[in-house]
Nanobody, 115 residues
């Protein structure tokens, strides 16, 4: 079993920055791929970014060049640095992780980009 907890969401002005964190906890697991999805009201849950256990990243075109995904395997932590934020980035951001025991999701953290 794996539990994921997101943090770092909040209100930010357009052009500003936020860093989201995702902490994994539990026992008897080893994390492999991790990443983020986001969902705005009335929309589907869209892929944002992913990172492999070796650090290989992949980004949605909408965030490429603005967001940076990283992980600390020793701490079972993942970070999403979000720069040059736009109103269309407003959404609930969900952390996900793959482990030897399955696929897991966090409960989400709200990011609001507004002036």
């Amino acid at each position: 079993q794996v539990q994921l907890v997101e943090s770092g969401g909040g209100l930010v002005q357009p052009g500003g920055s936020l860093r989201l964190s995702c902490a994994a906890s539990g026992s008897g697991f080893s994390l492999s791929g991790m990443g983020w999805y986001r969902q705005a009201p009335g929309n589907q849950r869209d892929f944002v970014a992913s990172i492999s256990s070796g650090g290989t990243t992949n980004y949605a075109d909408s965030v490429k060049g603005r967001f940076t995904l990283s992980r600390d395997n020793a701490k079972n932590m993942m970070y999403l640095q979000m720069n040059s934020l736009r109103p269309e980035d407003t959404a609930v951001y969900y952390c996900y992780a793959h482990s030897t025991r399955g696929r897991y999701w966090g409960q989400g953290t709200q990011v609001t980009v507004s002036s």
